[in-house]
């Protein structure tokens, strides 16, 4: 691997030393920061051809050559892999002229478990080549359980996980909402007959469906079962009314993926139409910023990689895009690799794939429009909140601080996170309040305000631009105490009082008072109320676990192995906190200097026992 110094970059001799073969490239700043990651077939030639003088004429490659300082290497064995190292490399440094498909969500899909002996449909979020059948993505997951519900109504199919032999079948059998088999009430032929009815039902074949059933009906009618033809008739009548309500989004009963894309300055909107044996599954859209020098191809490409490079998303057999891509039949090929069956890149110019393509870039300039639109307002209410509380800049990143406790115990605080008006819940904090007891609410807020940015200032970060107490001065001037002993008073504070909605400021003697429909106040209302919702949560969270958890583990030397020999031996907590210390040293596992920190522990002001 080749690493240039910064203060030394010397683009001919990097160029020569690189090889002549496949990998993968990374141009750094002066800092060493990654300024982008690209793949090559040959890294020489690749690479020199961003510092030719036609490159110029490129701005994306103009504005990226003028801060390159550094160029490091890796060299793979085909051009694939390097594709596949791209991806990673630039998922893990997210660097400033790729690309960044921020997107951590697994789709749900419904899977046949064809290979067992007495099938079930799971939801899982996870694609694997086992043998069994997946349907999907359903988005949103809603469509999902609705399905799932119908599936059950009309069909007999075992819910349970596991298939264990009954003496008699559970209730959903009494419900005729299962076969019964792990009762012995139907035989394998039967129930496969069950699975292949679901199988056409979700592969939206209803004509072999209806027409296996209408069979299935008349047979049963010359067997003078009737009850069984009734039943059937019913399963019919529902499966054409459920039909008949979906909408046919393609004429041709093939999985295929749908890509558009639209573009304002820098931020791209990608929609995804997902399309499953012609029916419209779900739709995901992604909004991405993107340096405007990357071309809309570059985009389309750079996206359709890191979308189909997660495990987790099913790759159809087609894949219709409504650009010309660089490396279309590179992408082909890595995709049918993945998909383990030949995957088409299809860029249709009439009939119904450019009528669904046409749909998909009207979504997607819909949501850019009214993503825009939220913007503007957004950053108009930011505004509102610089002005109204006399701010030194916009308050883009908002932290929000609260405390629960009941009569002192297990008392908790939390921080929210709000960034560009919008919660940042992985960003969200709690605490558990360890150096305060008794009801002290004012310093409980200096320790968890103290403790929230003294690991701040160790570990690094992102500081705020206005923090937010739950409160009133009081709660205010613990905030700012504690952000005094860390040097950090040059960060705003509010405290938002409840009951009059009273704003606390620290260069004001008086509160502030807002109209209660001023953005501002509304804006910080959401904030307090959520901090405050998530104290809660956790408040009640840590008092379930004290009501469900025993004492005895509270007890230095107790673990789960002696409590569960102590609630043997007695029966009861009740008879562990009546024995004396003869009677504990008796349990297996207890000796005396176990049984004398029991009995003290149920007695802490008796000093014998032995009675």
């Known amino acids: 691997m080749v690493v240039s110094e910064p203060k030394a970059f010397d683009v001919d001799k990097v160029v020569r030393n690189l090889p002549d073969e496949p990998g993968v490239y990374l141009m750094k700043d002066e800092g060493g920061g990654i300024l982008y990651v690209g793949k090559a077939v040959s890294l020489r030639k690749r690479v020199s051809s961003y510092f030719r003088k036609t490159a110029a004429q490129d701005p994306k490659v103009e504005s990226l050559v003028s801060q390159i300082q550094g160029i490091d290497y890796i060299v793979t064995s085909t051009e694939l892999e390097a594709l596949i190292l791209e991806n990673s490399l630039i998922?893990?440094?997210?660097?400033?002229?790729?690309?960044?498909?921020?997107?951590?969500?697994?789709?749900?899909?419904l899977c046949l478990t064809v290979k067992e002996k007495y099938p079930r449909l799971i939801v899982t979020r996870r694609v694997q080549r086992d043998g069994n059948l997946y349907f999907g993505p359903y988005i949103p997951a809603a469509a999902l359980r609705k399905t799932l519900r119908l599936i059950y109504q009309l069909f007999p199919l075992r819910q349970c996980r596991a298939m264990s032999k009954r003496e008699r079948p559970c209730l959903q059998y009494q419900m005729r909402r299962c076969a019964g088999p792990c009762a012995g009430a139907t035989d394998p032929e039967e129930y496969r007959a069950i699975v292949q009815k679901v199988k056409l039902f979700l592969l939206g074949k209803k004509d072999h469906l209806l027409a296996s059933m209408e069979k299935q009906m008349q047979e049963a009618s010359d067997r003078l079962e009737y009850e069984k033809a009734a039943q059937i008739r019913d399963q019919i009548r529902a499966i054409r009314q459920t039909l008949q309500s979906q909408d046919v989004f393609s004429t041709q009963l093939k999985n295929k993926d749908i890509i558009s894309l639209a573009r304002s300055a820098d931020l791209i909107c990608f929609v995804v139409f997902f399309?499953?044996?012609?029916?419209?599954?779900?739709?995901?859209?992604?909004?991405?910023?993107?340096?405007?020098?990357?071309?809309?191809?570059?985009?389309?490409?750079s996206f359709i990689e890191q979308f189909y490079s997660s495990q987790d998303v099913a790759i159809p057999k087609s894949i219709l895009i409504g650009l010309e891509i660089p490396e279309a039949r590179m992408i082909e090929d890595w995709l049918s690799?993945?998909?383990?069956?030949?995957?088409?890149?299809?860029?249709?110019?009439?009939?119904?794939?450019?009528?669904?393509?046409?749909?998909?870039?009207?979504?997607?300039?819909?949501?850019?429009?009214?993503?825009?639109?939220?913007?503007?307002?957004?950053?108009?209410?930011?505004?509102?909140?610089?002005?109204?509380?006399?701010?030194?800049?916009?308050?883009?990143?908002?932290?929000?601080?609260?405390?629960?406790?009941?009569?002192?115990?297990?008392?908790?605080?939390?921080?929210?996170?709000?960034?560009?008006?919008?919660?940042?819940?992985?960003?969200?904090?709690?605490?558990?309040?360890?150096?305060?007891?008794?009801?002290?609410?004012?310093?409980m807020i200096r320790e968890v305000v103290h403790r929230r940015y003294a690991r701040l200032l160790q570990e690094g970060g992102?500081?705020?631009?206005?923090?937010?107490?739950?409160?009133?001065?009081?709660?205010?001037?613990?905030?700012?105490?504690?952000?005094?002993?860390?040097?950090?008073?040059?960060?705003?504070?509010?405290?938002?009082?409840?009951?009059?909605?009273?704003?606390?400021?620290?260069?004001?003697?008086?509160?502030l008072r807002l109209c209660r429909h001023s953005p501002s106040l509304q804006l910080l209302q959401r904030i307090r109320d959520e901090a405050h919702r998530y104290a809660i949560a956790y408040h009640r969270k840590l008092r379930g676990q004290s009501l469900t958890r025993s004492p005895i583990l509270d007890i230095e030397g107790i673990g789960p192995a002696r409590q569960k020999a102590l609630l043997r031996h007695f029966g009861s907590l009740s008879k562990v906190r009546e024995a004396n210390l003869s009677q504990l040293a008796e349990v297996p596992g207890i000796n005396s200097r176990i049984a004398k920190r029991i009995f003290h522990f149920f007695h802490p002001l008796e000093t014998g026992g032995d009675n």
């Not at 998922?91 to 899909?109: A, F, T």
């Open 462 to 511: 992102s500081r705020p631009d206005l923090i937010l107490i739950d409160g009133g001065k009081g709660h205010l001037q613990a905030g700012r105490s504690a952000l005094q002993e860390l040097g950090l008073l040059d960060i705003p504070v509010i405290a938002l009082a409840k009951r009059e909605e009273e704003i606390y400021l620290t260069d004001q003697e008086s509160p």
């Open 91 to 109: 998922k893990k440094h997210k660097p400033k002229y790729n690309i960044v498909l921020r997107d951590d969500k697994n789709y749900p899909y």
């Open 275 to 301: 399309v499953r044996y012609g029916q419209l599954m779900g739709k995901k859209d992604f909004l991405i910023r993107v340096p405007r020098e990357v071309s809309d191809e570059e985009a389309l490409q």
């Open 337 to 443: 690799d993945r998909r383990g069956a030949a995957v088409s890149l299809m860029n249709p110019r009439s009939g119904e794939g450019k009528r669904q393509l046409d749909l998909a870039s009207q979504n997607a300039r819909i949501l850019i429009e009214s993503h825009i639109a939220r913007e503007l307002h957004e950053d108009l209410t930011l505004r509102a909140v610089r002005d109204d509380l006399n701010l030194p800049r916009l308050p883009s990143r908002i932290e929000g601080f609260d405390i629960s406790n009941l009569a002192g115990e297990e008392a908790v605080g939390s921080m929210v996170v709000w960034i560009d008006n919008q919660p940042a819940k992985s960003q969200y904090r709690r605490f558990k309040i360890k150096r305060v007891s008794g009801i002290d609410d004012y310093a």
